[in-house]
């Protein structure tokens, strides 16, 4: 289930595969620095490194060498985004869990730094909501 509101958050992960995906050789393996990438998407390199860490993790794409990849998924299942979905049905399911952490990490089967990081983009949009429905009145 998609949650479009949470989907501009993640637009970066897709962005970085979708500059993978466009340089791939015959072999779908692609040579290319996360220097040169920041550079395309007008971001930092560690910024762009933080983001390939977390497709590495994710299942992704796969390090084949320092500044080698072969993308494996490509789509926003394979990005942080799956936490913050599975996080966000797990509460809706659980409310009595909504703010334990270990808890859900235990239930999810992930690391609760990764329950840490869905609950931060959670977070923002609460906040964000919230903000937006105060300039209405």
């Given at each position: ?9 993640f ?6 595969l979708?500059?993978?995906?466009s ?14 990438i ?23 794409i ?32 659980q ?19 990764d ?16 903000y ?6």
């Amino acid at each position: 289930m998609l949650f479009p509101f949470m989907l501009p958050h993640f637009k970066p992960y897709l962005t970085i595969l979708d500059i993978l995906n466009s340089r791939k050789d015959v072999n779908g393996e692609i040579k290319i620095s996360q220097k040169y990438i920041g550079e395309l998407m007008g971001l930092s390199q560690t910024n762009v490194s933080k983001r390939v860490r977390d497709l590495l993790r994710c299942g992704a794409i796969e390090k084949i060498s320092a500044g080698k990849y072969k993308i494996i998924k490509d789509d926003i299942y394979h990005t942080p985004y799956k936490t913050v979905e599975d996080v966000i049905l797990l509460v809706k399911k659980q409310p009595e869990i909504f703010r334990e952490y270990k808890k859900q990490a235990e239930l999810l089967n992930v690391e609760i730094n990764d329950i840490y990081q869905a609950w931060a983009y959670i977070d923002i949009d609460i906040k964000n909501f919230e903000y937006l429905n105060k300039l209405k009145d």
